[in-house]
């Protein structure tokens, strides 16, 4: 069982950073892929960044420069850098963790994670 919990959330201007940061329970943390999701009001849920148990690291397009995924398996966390952030990055993100065999193109996909956090809001102001 692993529990996740994300803090970092809030409100910045356009342009500005956050940085999301994860923390999680239980002792395989290492193994595991994890990820950010993101989901807004009247939109599907979207992987916006994911990352392996060995550091591969994959992006949405719509984050690729802006957004940085890294995971320190000592303190089991995963974070996320936000930067130059646009109105449209507003949303509740959601930590998330699934099996070391999620990567590739199925990376994306939700329903593969086997954990995941409460979420915390992203709020970004024009």
């Known amino acids: 069982q692993v529990q996740l919990v994300e803090s970092g959330g809030g409100l910045v201007q356009a342009g500005g950073s956050l940085r999301l940061s994860c923390a999680a329970s239980?002792?395989?943390?290492?193994?595991?892929?994890m990820a950010w999701f993101r989901q807004a009001p009247g939109k599907e849920r979207e992987c916006v960044a994911a990352?392996?148990?060995?550091?591969?690291?994959y992006y949405a397009d719509s984050v690729k420069g802006r957004f940085t995924i890294s995971r320190d398996n000592a303190k089991n966390t995963v974070s996320l850098q936000m930067n130059s952030l646009k109105p449209e990055d507003t949303a509740v993100y959601y930590c998330?963790?699934?099996?070391?065999?999620?990567?590739?193109?199925?990376?994306?996909?939700?329903?593969?994670?086997?954990?995941w956090g409460q979420g915390t809001q992203v709020t970004v102001s024009s």
């Open positions: 990352i392996s148990w060995s550091g591969t690291t």
């Open positions: 239980g002792r395989t943390f290492s193994r595991y892929v």
């Open positions: 998330a963790a699934g099996g070391s065999e999620i990567w590739g193109p199925v990376v994306v996909r939700g329903t593969l994670y086997d954990y």
